[in-house]
């Protein structure tokens, strides 16, 4: 079975300072790991994707995520805070189980303040 | 170019009519799918072909009917449209290969029924 839990519903930094949106993620088999971006009234844009290479992703937009195995994590972080980062994040998980199986978090809403 | 299209972006209509989704994709994928995202941004798959054989079809009301044509379109049909059934439809697809299954989404459609 898999799951994916992002551990808060919403984020609230100021511009400038560093982003960390937490997502702890459970899986049988080895999975893939992805983070979107959902600006207002608009579709999910890919951020970043882990799929067994390197544990540190960089993404778009100066976003990183990096994949914990030990402590079955995949946070998403940024230095420094824009306020075009204001958006819904969805942490994503997906394996291979004889077909592909790809579970959704709950979103994580990012409030960035001026 | 835009990746996954669908049409309209916005629909407003009264219950107990019929409406159709539109969706076409020019990324050559060979997966489908439609997700429906509610009120609080939770992402729920309804349905998934892949080479226009349906394989997921999670618990939807039956007025709900996917068409998919050929591998590059994937339409939504509801019938008898119920207030319940306001939400932003999101089309999207994804090839499985060597890098997982990444999901590539478009832009949504706003559907409220009054």
């Known amino acids: 079975a898999q799951s994916v839990t992002q551990l808060d519903s919403h984020v609230s930094v100021s511009e400038g300072t560093p982003v960390l949106l937490r997502c702890n993620y459970s899986?049988?088999?080895?999975?893939?790991l992805f983070w979107y971006v959902q600006h207002p009234n608009k579709g999910l844009q890919l951020l970043l994707k882990y799929t067994s290479a390197a544990t540190l992703v960089k993404g778009i937009n100066g976003f990183e995520a990096e994949f914990k195995k030990s402590e079955t994590s995949f946070h998403l972080t940024k230095p420094s805070a824009h306020m075009s980062d204001a958006a819904e994040y969805f942490c994503?998980?997906?394996?291979?189980?004889?077909?592909?199986?790809?579970?959704f978090g709950a979103g994580t809403r990012l409030f960035v303040k001026a | 170019d835009t990746a996954v299209s669908q049409t309209p972006k916005y629909l407003v209509t009264q219950m107990g009519n019929d409406k159709s989704i539109k969706c076409e994709q020019n990324l050559g994928h060979d997966t489908m799918y439609w997700y429906k995202q509610d009120s609080k941004k939770f992402l729920k798959i309804m349905f998934s072909y892949n080479n226009k054989e349906l394989i997921i079809n999670e618990t939807v009301p039956n007025r709900f009917s996917p068409k998919s044509p050929d591998k590059a379109h994937l339409n939504l049909h509801i019938n008898s449209l119920e207030l319940g059934d306001s939400a932003v439809y999101f089309c999207?697809?994804?090839?499985?290969?060597?890098?997982?299954?990444?999901?590539?989404f478009g832009e949504g459609s706003w559907l409220t029924v009054v």
């Open positions: 994503v998980v997906s394996t291979n189980t004889g077909g592909f199986k790809t579970i």
């Open positions: 999207a697809s994804s090839q499985v290969g060597l890098s997982g299954n990444t999901i590539y």
């Open positions: 899986s049988s088999y080895s999975p893939s």
